[in-house]
T-cell receptor, first 112, second 115 residues
Framework: NAGVMQNPRHLVRRRGQEARLRCSPM?????VYWYRQLPEEGLKFMVY????????ESGMPKERFSAEFPKEGPSILRIQQVVRGDSAAYFC??????????FGPGTRLLVL | AQSVTQLDSQVPVFEEAPVELRCNYS??????LFWYVQYPNQGLQLLLK??????LVESINGFEAEFNKSQTSFHLRKPSVHISDTAEYFC?????????????FGKGTKLTVNP
């Protein structure tokens, strides 16, 4: 059973461009979570999705950030008009139900 | 709302020495507790978890943690560390009440095992 997959692993964008981060959950997992890790900080929750539904987006910045988890295909975290402060590692986690979340390897976004 | 405090940002130890990484949490509801380990430039791997039952939980590589409800702690211990244990360790909690199930993390403790 393959683990949580994220791509790309590294992404470089210039200020003002769009970043699209993809996450494929483990087989059989219908819950997806996105977290952001800034340097010298722990992970901060961004959004929790189930298939076609956003359950909790209390950690998402109000502007420029959006997430989806369509019926078919991976979950997408989209950042529009990136700024240097968006540079961070973005981690996706999945779970089959409540309790234990399994993390992907992360996407490291660098905004120039 | 929950919060997690990891009291030590860095812990250097020598190989084969014992280690304890401290974690305290605050929550108005009951919680599940987790320790994750992150090796450089990698994702987080689940090390161990407390959901219910015995307050002492163990991992397959010799780590253990004990849930202490009265002290709201979930400290991680290993009696003898290896060079390969060098990594960053994160304590996390989530509410048992359902709903979001989002994890709240501490800021992490960097464990460095020296020869």
């Amino acid at each position: 059973n393959a683990g949580v997959m994220q791509n790309p692993r590294h992404l470089v964008r210039r200020r003002g461009q769009e970043a699209r981060l993809r996450c494929s959950p483990m087989k059989g997992h219908s819950h997806v979570y996105w977290y952001r890790q800034l340097p010298e900080e722990g992970l901060k929750f961004m959004v929790y999705l189930q298939k076609e539904n956003i359950i909790d987006e209390s950690g998402m910045p109000k502007e420029r950030f959006s997430a989806e988890f369509p019926k078919e295909g991976p979950s997408i975290l989209r950042i529009q008009q990136v700024v240097r402060g968006d540079s961070a590692a973005y981690f996706c986690a999945s779970s089959p139900r409540m309790e234990t979340q399994y993390f992907g390897p992360g996407t490291r976004l660098l905004v120039l | 709302a929950q919060s997690v405090t990891q009291l030590d940002s860095q812990v250097p130890v020598f190989e084969e020495a014992p280690v304890e990484l401290r974690c305290n949490y605050s929550s108005s509801v009951s919680v599940y507790l987790f320790w994750y380990v992150q090796y450089p430039n990698q994702g987080l791997q689940l090390l161990l978890k407390y959901l219910s039952g015995s307050t002492l939980v163990e991992s397959i590589n010799g780590f253990e943690a004990e849930f202490n409800k009265s002290q709201t702690s979930f400290h991680l211990r290993k009696p003898s560390v290896h060079i390969s244990d060098t990594a960053e360790y994160f304590c996390a909690v989530t509410s048992t009440q359902g709903g979001s199930e989002k994890l709240v993390f501490g800021k992490g403790t960097k464990l460095t095992v020296n020869p």
